[in-house]
């Protein structure tokens, strides 16, 4: 067996033990309902590559879980609105909190949105949910950060230099907090995604949530890079469903049948060569089955409509409010220089995904060429 098929198998392995011994942790200490969120969060932090996380991370997650949940549960009594209004305060709260962090702190702003509207789905927002939720998703860092330890080999750990060549966030130019206070794309996320729950429940969506989600985890600057988010998400979100639909229908639900959910989807990903998009998947699967159980079968087609239009919203805002094309600003760069600099490999990913829907693929791929013999030479 090659080294490569080998550690493919420990991490399927990796994250159906993670799953499955997280579930059994959450009920054995009554966690109950949060278990969902522990069992994702054991799935999401088993790394492909075995390699150990940053030690920040375990600070910064759980702190800023136990902030966001603790936002929508303070601020939910107080708004004695319909939905829709809680949503939208809420949220618009929690991204101008989150625009107040720090670039290299960017990744938080839309967990921090997530999480803050959490309390809000529920019929009630108790303190006691919010520590059981918390609790839950730090039962699922411990352990899969244990179980990965043990599994860890000699070989996985990285070769020197390597942590040096990785894109580092704080390498990214940082913004006064004014600059990205004026920042129209910030203003544009803040008030589509304060609408996206009344525009899906003014559609008719089952489940309007994944609208607002949609809109929060998709829309970004550039058409480029939204539609990357979008791919990765409508296939995380089908992929992620066939393993919870599939055990569903011939075991119930514990451990043993969420480290064949978790497990089987990884395998699967991992089959396809779909790695990139295992992390959305591992959050499909956990949520449709752990978190939804006997409602899988209606919850599953819903979901994914859902997020189809929540994809579109987002796509739909790119194009008509303040467009910016990724594409055409590479390649107008691409005209002033004569080889690939940091702004252009930073705008690559977005620009090649226009230029795949654009049907230009290959010509783009031959500019990058030239721009790349350009920087060698």
């Not at 305060?89 to 967990?111: E, F, H, K, S």
Request: glycine share 8%; net charge positive; proline share 6%.
């Amino acid at each position: 067996m090659s080294s490569g098929a080998f550690r493919r198998l420990r991490l399927v392995l990796a994250v159906a033990l993670a799953s499955g011994l997280t579930w059994v942790i959450c009920h054995g200490v009554g966690l109950g309902s949060a278990t969902p969120y522990g069992v994702v969060v054991a799935a999401l932090f088993i790394r492909p590559g075995f390699d150990r996380w940053p030690p920040p991370v375990f600070v910064l997650l759980p702190a800023v879980v136990v902030f966001g949940l603790s936002l929508g549960t303070v601020l939910k009594p107080l708004l004695q609105a319909p939905q829709v209004w809680q949503f939208a305060v809420v949220t618009a709260i929690a991204q101008i909190l989150g625009q107040a962090l720090p670039d290299r702190l960017m990744m938080v702003r839309n967990l921090l949105a997530l999480l803050a509207v959490l309390p809000l789905l529920g019929s009630n927002a108790t303190w006691l949910g919010a520590f059981q939720q918390s609790l839950a998703v730090l039962v699922g860092m411990a352990t899969a950060t244990l179980l990965q330890a043990g599994l860890r080999l000699p070989q996985d750990a990285a070769p020197d230099g390597a942590e040096a060549s990785e894109p580092k966030a704080s390498a990214l130019p940082s913004r006064s907090i004014l600059q990205r206070f004026v920042d129209p794309y910030f203003w544009r996320k803040l008030v589509v995604s304060a609408l996206a729950l009344s525009i899906g429940l003014g559609v008719g969506a089952a489940t309007p949530k994944y609208l607002y989600f949609g809109v929060v985890l998709l829309l970004n600057d550039s058409l480029g890079a939204t539609l990357a988010r979008v791919r990765d998400r409508m296939a995380g979100v089908s992929l992620g469903v066939l393993m919870p639909a599939l055990v569903f229908n011939t075991m119930e639900i514990n451990s043993v049948s969420v480290a064949l959910v978790m497990g089987g989807t990884t395998a699967l990903l991992l089959a396809l060569r779909l790695e990139p998009h295992l992390s959305t998947a591992l959050i499909s699967s956990g949520v449709t089955f752990v978190g939804y159980g006997a409602l899988t079968q209606w919850y599953i087609p819903n979901r994914w409509l859902d997020y189809l239009l929540g994809c579109g919203l987002a796509l739909l805002v790119c194009l008509l409010v303040r467009p910016l094309s990724a594409l055409a600003r590479f390649q107008a760069l691409a005209r002033e220089s004569d080889g690939l600099d940091a702004g252009m490999r930073a705008l690559l990913p977005s620009a090649m995904e226009e230029a795949r829907l654009l049907g230009q693929q290959r010509q783009f791929q031959q500019l990058v060429q030239r721009l790349e013999s350009g920087s060698v030479s």
